[in-house]
């Protein structure tokens, strides 16, 4: 009898562990996931990076990242007995806002890595195809098919009565006698947002990965030919051009990849539910289930992370973001101390030569450079 109970205590002992986790993860992950994903908003679409068509991709994907948040943090209020997330309306409003930012999460990371794909097996198409209205038109056309697909899942959520530790409680569930018309539903959802996008993303990052490496190999030919002859600078466009393009790709390569290994555990339960509908499943499904679904809604959260980590350009133009602020800040303040007759800040006093070094230094390029095209490419790398 003492082994039995000691059996029965473990399981529910992590199980209690599991809540406690979920309790205090879920609104620290909602408060800086959605700070990052505001913040790598604001870096894509307010500095130079909204020059660039992945930008688009990025930052609508961090918009739709944040609503997911939004509404996990509705779900966990109903954990410390806030049960707005019940409410006739707002059950269903949620329900349907989380399976639309689900989506569009998961066909933008789609979109950029095929555009990424473009870029590095068609670099002569990359001008023409890889643009920032298309990269507009492609998110909004997204957008709108998302809002129109997910629509019937207003129909499948109702707040109904469930017992609930020996009481009934009102919990936002499937609505009644549409449970088989839900079941179907949600195969259709998993296909939708991660058979199809998980096969396309795979793909493409294999022929991602082959791109990169042929590329790096032609930039390594190209340079070492360029020290040879001084007559084969300009050839050196391609190899720059090719090391700009091959950071971008980079970072969104482990974008794709980190969202695909934080997407397969909870896809896999989901697969497993769907293949085997028992009420009653194994004790060890029910408690790696939260685990899995506390790494699915980490994805949602992560990616300012990726993009410090791992993008050098990201990170450039977010310095630079702050360091003009500062030194608006410092004119601000220049200007007042000028006003009022006092001596002028140390630090306004040391830009202008920095200012003038910069410029001497771009007419320097302007000398040995002929290629305008070349010249864009350095801007661009340099940013």
Request: charged share 15%.
């Amino acid at each position: 009898m003492t082994e039995i109970k000691e059996e029965g205590a473990s399981p529910k002992l992590t199980e209690e562990i599991l809540r406690g986790i979920q309790l205090y993860y879920t609104p620290i992950l909602v408060y800086l996931g959605s700070f990052g994903n505001c913040l790598s908003v604001y870096v894509f679409f307010g500095t130079k990076l909204r020059q660039n068509s992945s930008s688009i991709y990025l930052g609508a994907l961090a918009i739709s990242d944040t609503g997911f948040l939004i509404s996990l943090f509705v779900v966990w209020l109903d954990m410390v007995d806030i049960g707005i997330f019940n409410m006739q309306g707002l059950c269903q409003f949620f329900i349907y806002f989380t399976t639309v930012c689900s989506f569009l999460s998961v066909w933008f990371v789609v979109a950029f890595t095929v555009e990424r794909c473009i870029a590095v097996q068609y670099p002569f198409l990359r001008q023409s195809m890889c643009t920032v209205a298309r990269a507009k038109k492609v998110v909004t056309g997204l957008t709108i098919l998302g809002i129109i697909l997910c629509s019937p899942v207003l129909l499948f959520s109702s707040p109904r009565l469930s017992m609930s530790h020996n009481k009934n409680v009102t919990r936002c569930l499937v609505a009644e006698g549409l449970e088989l018309s839900s079941s179907i539903f949600n195969s259709i959802d998993a296909i939708l947002t991660f058979v199809l996008p998980f096969t396309l993303i795979v793909v493409l990052n294999i022929f991602i990965a082959r791109g990169i490496y042929k590329l790096a190999k032609v930039r390594r030919t190209l340079t070492s030919e360029s020290r040879n002859s001084q007559e084969q600078v300009s050839c050196s466009q391609s190899p720059r051009n090719t090391l700009a393009q091959s950071k971008i790709t980079k970072m969104l390569l482990t974008v794709s990849t980190i969202f695909l290994c934080l997407n397969l555990p909870a896809y896999g339960i989901r697969a497993y539910a769907f293949l085997y509908p028992d009420n009653n499943p194994p004790r060890l499904v029910e408690m790696i289930q939260p685990i899995c679904n506390m790494l699915f809604n980490t994805n949602f959260g992560i990616n300012f992370i990726l993009y410090c980590a791992t993008g050098q350009n990201f990170r450039r133009a977010m310095i630079h973001m702050f360091s003009c602020k500062s030194r608006r800040n410092n004119d601000t303040t220049g200007q007042i101390s000028n006003r009022n007759g006092l001596v002028p800040n140390s630090s306004l006093m040391i830009r202008q030569p920095t200012t003038t070094f910069n410029k001497s230094l771009k007419s320097h390029y302007e000398l040995q450079i002929f290629s305008k095209e070349f010249q864009e490419d350095m801007e661009k790398d340099k940013d």
